[in-house]
């Protein structure tokens, strides 16, 4: 770590809600110091007069200052100067994610790219319990979309993907994510029993974004803090955060409920790893090292045989290569993980070379 950026990581106010405008706040912290921003911010729902349930009950709707706005233009140029100020704290290879309704989201999405900033995906969060659309006269309001985003087209952004496929009983992680809304037990209240902030994210949205694109240790920044979940989940994950908001009435529920938060042991912190970001070993080293043999056998399920040689290529009748290139000659398909596909006894039990690849691994 450069001098420089342990002077910016000294003076980042890490674990500390910030009272103060979003914009000034962030030009006020140090450049290139946060690994990954989580912004949820006013989505400028311009509603139009109160709305009600079929019994006459009022709809408890976001109608607060801070989402109003006075025109597009208004919107866009607040949109425009909050991003250029996060744009700036990020580090080379952090990267962003925002969330918005209908009302914002294409809006966000085109100043994300007027700035540069590499759109990687947009996630749609499907609600698995919406709330109803009482006038029936459009189409129930189901989802939200995500969009993240690095800073620049070649930023080595933070993607946990074996992770996310852990998270998903070992399927790829698709980019349609159905989670509940903030309702229960989950959903704060204040001192009148009133919903402590309209438009709280459940925890598992933000464990799930965390989980995905950081890692222990990392700086999340919530320029948007509300009641806190971004730093609930991080302080829960080992991550550190920066939270920024202007309400005192938020920013004392948000304390109130990260001080509660007990922060997971350091073997639940670690996730599951891409097979890319361990260690190369190549397949030669375990004839150097002599686990297997020249002239040994590994075979193929069906029992096809393929001698090791001493310079770690097979040969199988005339075919010879790496272990990746004979296995795939074999079966006439275009690639082949020789790894699990090349077999060798071990105790009279047949196992996956691999087996051999994992122990070297242990060992560095």
Not at 83 to 88: E, G, K, N, S
Not at 91 to 101: D, F
Request: hydrophobic share 40%.
């Amino acid at each position: 770590m450069t001098t420089k950026t342990q002077k910016a990581a000294k003076e980042l106010p890490i674990n500390t809600i910030l009272d103060g405008d979003c914009i000034e706040t962030m030009l006020s912290l140090p450049a290139e110091s946060v690994d990954l921003i989580f912004a949820d911010p006013p989505y400028n729902l311009q509603l139009r007069g109160d709305l009600h349930r079929p019994d006459n009950s009022k709809v408890d709707a976001v109608d607060d200052a801070w989402d109003q706005f006075g025109s597009f233009g208004a919107y866009d140029k607040f949109t425009r100067e909050w991003l250029a100020a996060a744009r700036r704290l990020l580090k080379p290879n952090g990267a962003i994610w925002v969330i918005g309704s209908y009302h914002n989201v294409f809006r966000l999405g085109a100043e994300l790219q007027n700035q540069d900033f590499w759109i990687l995906n947009d996630v749609v969060w499907r609600k698995s319990n919406p709330m109803p659309n009482f006038r029936g006269k459009r189409l129930t309001n189901a989802h939200e979309t995500l969009i993240w985003a690095s800073k620049g087209e070649g930023a080595k952004y933070t993607f946990n993907y074996e992770a996310l496929k852990a998270l998903n009983d070992g399927v790829q992680m698709r980019s349609d994510w159905v989670l509940p809304i903030c309702t229960g037990h989950e959903r704060l209240k204040n001192e009148q029993g009133d919903k402590a902030h309209p438009t709280q994210k459940p925890q598992s949205l933000l464990h799930r974004v965390l989980v995905a694109t950081t890692n222990p240790g990392d700086v999340v920044l919530d320029p948007f803090f509300g009641t806190g979940t971004t730093g609930a989940v991080a302080k829960m994950l080992g991550r550190e955060f920066i939270g920024i908001e202007r309400e005192a009435a938020y920013r004392a529920v948000a304390e109130k409920r990260i001080a509660k938060v007990r922060k997971f042991d350091k073997a639940a912190l670690e996730v599951s790893t891409s097979k890319r970001a361990e260690p190369r070993v190549p397949f030669g080293q375990l004839v150097e090292r002599g686990m297997l043999r020249p002239g040994e056998l590994l075979t193929n399920p069906r029992g096809k045989a393929a001698k090791v040689r001493a310079d770690g290529t097979l040969v199988a009748d005339d075919i010879k290569g790496s272990i990746h290139q004979v296995g795939a000659a074999i079966e006439g398909a275009p690639s082949c993980n020789g790894w699990t596909y090349w077999h060798t006894k071990v105790d009279g039990k047949s196992v996956p070379i691999d087996v051999f690849r994992q122990q070297i691994r242990s060992e560095m």
